[in-house]
């Protein structure tokens, strides 16, 4: 499967964003996707994950509340919902996807062996 994120830009504080990450090749439908996050300096971390085995969903405790992952299987899309955006949400954002993923890996970037390309947000204050 191929991934096409998009969505990013600039938003100021307070404001949301929709980030989608388009598969392509094989159907999102069977695969487990995640958003991740990487701010400059620092390492890439965890967002949200949409799993497709038994449809469960996790997002990260710095963004609950704020952010929501869903998917359209129909148009073989995940999004990335960010409401309240703050600027220590500023970072590229990839989504990455895999057949299989055991709940215990979900937060794992080991865990994918597919990414898309990734798409800055910038929040400013």
């Known amino acids: 499967v191929q991934l096409q994120a998009s969505g990013g830009g600039l938003v100021q504080t307070g404001g949301s964003l929709r980030l989608s990450c388009v598969a392509s090749?094989?159907?999102?439908?069977?695969?487990?996707v995640a958003w991740f996050r990487q701010a400059p300096g620092k390492e890439r971390e965890f967002v949200a994950v949409?799993?497709?085995?038994?449809?469960?969903?996790r997002i990260a405790e710095s963004v609950q509340g704020r952010f929501t992952i869903s998917r359209d299987n129909t148009k073989n899309t995940v999004y990335l919902q960010m409401n309240n955006l703050r600027p220590e949400d500023t970072a590229v954002y990839y989504c990455a996807a895999s057949p299989s993923v055991i709940s215990s890996n979900v937060a794992s970037q080991a865990a994918y062996g597919r990414w898309g390309q990734g798409t800055q947000v910038t929040v400013s204050s």
């Open positions: 949409s799993k497709f085995s038994d449809g469960s969903r």
């Open positions: 090749g094989r159907t999102v439908s069977r695969h487990t």
